[in-house]
């Protein structure tokens, strides 16, 4: 009887009990399956425009400063409120910020704080979830009530607190976002390692000496992949919401900085004035990046279904 976790590793799993073919057997069925995942993707012309319209604000807003150089530090009261002109694409601010170049400044903070907080909850959910099904019993009852229990706490109320007791700043909306959006990961990856923990493989590397530690992170993480990938997209275009929210609340981060969110907020200001360019282009953007996020977020969940109808 095998009893080293490490050979249970790599001779137990679903391919193994599910009657799949060995070694370059199963290469190849790994191989058709991602080429099946990319072609029902692919499929959807929505996604495709998604992939690009993401595309596109990762280049405008991070190689874009490069080209079009503006100053986004100092003020110029001498030019407020300019309209569209050939050297001011896109006017000026209240304060005489170059509004293009304003778009891509806020676009890099908008972007980094919506990844890296959907990587951070999306991380912690799925590791959460994923440890409470496992466990099973009073544990798993014990933490899922810690997440209803912040689940029936508006989120708005809990970004408002947290945004006000503490300074704002890139790392700190980062956290503060994160911790409101880990808590759907966390109920839906519990559900998926709900089913996974009694699968034979899992079973048979438990008999054979695999720890908790292991099973979760070598066997029922990874098989619950598909749910991750898609809702960590979903979770990208909240975080962006999420961050127009508390800046458009005046809860984001002080200027000279800026964001998305801020930047209409500034502009709804001057909604009777005019001055269209302060508000129509980045509202724009702010619906393109969340849009196209759904998008890639909608195919994916459909490749990933099609996957698995084909195993």
Request: with cysteine; net charge negative.
């Amino acid at each position: 009887m095998l009893t080293n976790p490490d050979i249970a590793d790599q001779v137990i799993g679903p391919a193994a009990l599910g009657g799949g073919a060995p070694e370059g057997g199963e290469a190849t069925q790994s191989g058709s399956v991602l080429r099946l995942v990319f072609e029902v993707f692919i499929e959807n012309k929505l996604a495709v425009l998604g992939v690009g319209i993401v595309i596109f604000m990762v280049l405008f807003c991070f190689i874009g400063p490069l080209i079009y150089h503006t100053d986004q530090i100092h003020v110029n009261l001498a030019q407020t409120t300019l309209a569209p002109n050939l050297h001011h694409l896109l006017g000026t601010d209240n304060v005489g910020y170059d509004e293009l170049g304003r778009l891509m400044l806020g676009g890099q903070t908008s972007l980094e704080v919506g990844l890296a907080a959907a990587v951070l909850a999306t991380t912690f959910g799925v590791l959460y979830g994923a440890v409470a099904a496992f466990l099973g019993g009073w544990i798993d009852n014990f933490m899922m009530r810690i997440v209803d229990a912040f689940l029936a706490i508006p989120s708005l109320f809990l970004l408002l607190f947290l945004a006000t007791i503490f300074v704002p700043s890139v790392p700190l909306l980062i956290v503060v976002i994160a911790f409101i959006a880990w808590l759907v990961p966390a109920r839906l990856i519990r559900g998926e390692a709900l089913s996974l923990r009694t699968r034979e493989y899992v079973q048979a590397v438990r008999v054979m000496g695999g720890n908790s530690r292991r099973i979760v992170l070598r066997h029922i993480i990874p098989n619950a992949f598909g749910t991750i990938v898609v809702n960590a997209t979903f979770q990208v275009a909240d975080a962006i919401l999420l961050i127009a929210y508390l800046s458009y609340l005046g809860l984001g981060i002080p200027p000279p900085a800026a964001n998305w969110g801020q930047m209409l907020s500034d502009g709804v200001n001057y909604t009777f004035a005019g001055y269209w360019w302060l508000i129509w282009p980045v509202g724009a953007f702010i619906v393109l990046t969340v849009v196209a996020f759904n998008f890639i977020g909608d195919a994916m969940r459909d490749a990933l279904e099609v996957r698995l109808q084909r195993r």
